[in-house]
């Protein structure tokens, strides 16, 4: 799923309601619009948007009060990141990958459910504490470089060069200069670049 269709989705409050009410168990209209506090025909069209943007799939069920009814449930499961810093702007999207399902604890206690929840949270903080160090010295990296460009003689094209193939560092020069246009104005640039951080 790309991560503009993502932001469009989950930018409205009511659907990222509707999201959270159902990342806890399929769930029908008219329960949602009970839950959430908005009208069920407000709650039906955000489903729909929903589901034609593929985060949620329906279904129809046999209900014992009444006519067969749609249940909904979320259809994927994703982690967003989005990284603006000096010198660096990211936008990811981490699609979930088949893991481990129908784990077994080795108790069912919930005292003890919850401090192994707890124990995962906290290695969650620490690798999310690692990521932003890891983050700062990249930042700290770039910056350093983009301050090269500072003085006269460096134009945009410059600094847009540097951004570029800086924020790729794996794709190859030749293909960062063919992404970017005024492709001779570019390899003469990269030149210049390359005395400039030779001084």
């Keep these: 799923m790309d991560i503009d269709t ?6 409205n409050p009511t659907r990222r309601r509707i999201l959270e009410s159902l990342t806890r168990g399929p769930s029908y209209p008219l329960q949602l619009s009970r839950e959430i506090g908005v009208s069920q025909q407000a709650i039906m069209k955000n489903l729909d948007l929903l589901e034609r943007n593929g985060m949620v799939i329906s279904h129809q069920v046999s209900s014992t009060i009444g006519p067969m009814r749609a249940v909904y449930e979320p259809t994927t499961e994703f982690t967003v990141v989005i990284d603006m810093r000096r010198s660096m702007f990211s936008a990811d999207v981490t699609e979930e990958t088949e893991g481990e399902d129908n784990i077994v604890p080795a108790t069912e206690t919930i005292e003890d459910l919850r401090s ?4 995962i949270d906290e290695e969650i903080e620490e690798l999310e504490r690692q990521r932003s160090a890891l983050i700062r010295r990249r930042q700290n990296l770039i910056s350093w470089a983009m301050s090269q460009l500072d003085g006269e003689g460096f134009t945009n094209i410059h600094r847009d060069l540097m951004y570029q193939m800086l924020n790729n560092p794996n794709v190859p020069e ?3 200069i063919g992404m970017m246009s005024q492709r001779k104005d570019i390899e003469k640039s990269l030149h210049e670049i390359a005395v400039a951080m030779r001084r």
Excluded: P, Y
């Design 174 to 176: 030749m293909d960062v």
């Design 116 to 119: 192994d929840i707890a124990r």
């Design 6 to 11: 993502i932001l469009n989705m989950v930018s």
